[in-house]
């Protein structure tokens, strides 16, 4: 296996995105070319999204600073395309190079409204208000304007993000512009993976503009990256291509520890998506009452049948578990109040944990108990559990991209933080993003469908690669899968079809798409 990482999109605050900029610019790049060639790529892709013939007349909103200059430029080539463009300057007091610009193109006659209601005429509005410059709260006039343009049905184009979004935090401070496409320019900002802002990012896209590799690495390489999962990476971490001798042994055995008579249908759904990883061996441990269902609905798994609590849930694991066979564990998934958690964590053998493991590992002490622990451990919460197992942190912590990322290194665990955008935290520091996924997922039981995955992936995956940032890797990928699936399943029927058990019969489909792409 070649064990280069593949390239992948990196993600930066926007200390880091100023930081590399001085340097371009302290190399020789004039402030205005690098303006220019960003204004003219951002113009290129307008006229590709708002055709003349159907949308002639343009709205730009121009800020103060560089943003505001961006938006001149566009406005000024917009203009010589033939579009008809009226602009709008809130704020008086311009930086030097957008006040050129703005004197420019009162030159050439183009036309600044006064009355905001103007803005309500056009077929769409460029924001150019401000960028990664915004470092207060829109206020006063400034809020008003932006309440009208929400108000109006007028489609709106932002300039590297929607005005009014912390650049890092996705907060929106005071008030923010709802974009319809946001053009994010150079490389992806932090707001574009943070919950808060994803409401008013409309479309978003990247508009490159050459970054030299130097630049950014000198910049980028003083802490440890945020990248973007993309097919390449999954395609590199799948284990695609079995030994010609494989024997059912030696590609994977995961221990499933699952369900209760109160939740049978999570051990169900965490086994066949188990299954659906290629994993060799499948053992599936679940309360004795539970088995001959779970054998009926799942053949292939070897299914143990455990002492039960007087609630249904597991009461103990039987002792004649062959545990030398077993490469990873997936604990959790209804597994109810089973009072089996403590013993596991300190099983020496690579673990995954979610749901009710979660909610019982939050009643202990969670750092200690973590910080023992020898083999890897991965932990899956949704917002709701990781609160529960990270109460303080959370509270404290404003921006759960950081958040995520110092509790992975403290615990020196794998962290996923399931959401919208998924963030996948590794005990080195590094931070995967998984930039693609469907609302359809947000449903009870595709926690468990990703478990499963996430359990079978790690059990087939060769114990050395297990103890660097490769389970990391490893765990973005099962991520990446699965939300892949929900996506294909979505496109394929409908959001309101993404049942988890169809998610399940999905995982396949997507693989086979990314097998041929
Ligand atoms: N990424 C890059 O390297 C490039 C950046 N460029 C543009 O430059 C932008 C950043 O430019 P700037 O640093 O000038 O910042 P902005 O244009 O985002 O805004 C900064 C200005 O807004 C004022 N301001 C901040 N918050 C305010 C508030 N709440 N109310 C009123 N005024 C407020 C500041 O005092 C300052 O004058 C980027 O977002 C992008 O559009 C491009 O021109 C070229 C390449
Ligand atoms: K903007």
New binding site residues.
Partial sequence: MNMDVPFAPVVVTAAQ?QA??ARIFSHGMPVAA??EK??QRITQRIQQRYPLPQFPRAAILV????????ALVVARELHHRGYQVQMHQP?STL?PLTADHARYAQHLGLSFCQNSQDWLAADFIVD?L??????????GA?ADLVAVINQSSVPVVS??LPSGLHTDSGAV??TAIAARHSYC??LWKRAFFQTAALPYLGQAELIP?DIPALDQAAILSQSAPIQLITPSLVRQLLPWDRPPAAHKYQVGSLLLICGSQQYPGAALLCARSAQASGVGMLYVAVPQSLRLWVVSQIPEAVVIACPETDTGAIAALPSDIHWERIDAIALGPGLGDSPIVPALLAVDKPLVLDADALNQLAQMPVEATLQARSSPTLLTPHGGEFKRLFPREAERNGDLMNCVRDLASQLHVVLVLKGAKTFIAGPDGCLWINPESTPALARGGSGDVLTGLMGGLLAQHPQPAASSGWITQLAATAVWWHAQAGCFAAQRYSQLSVSPSLLVDTLKDSLAHLRLA
């Fill in positions: 995105m590399i900029e690098l303006m960003v204004a800020g103060p600073g560089h943003n505001g200059g961006d704020v930086k150019g401000f960028g990664f410059g915004l470092t207060r709260p829109v206020s400034l300039i590297d401070l005071g320019l150079g503009f």
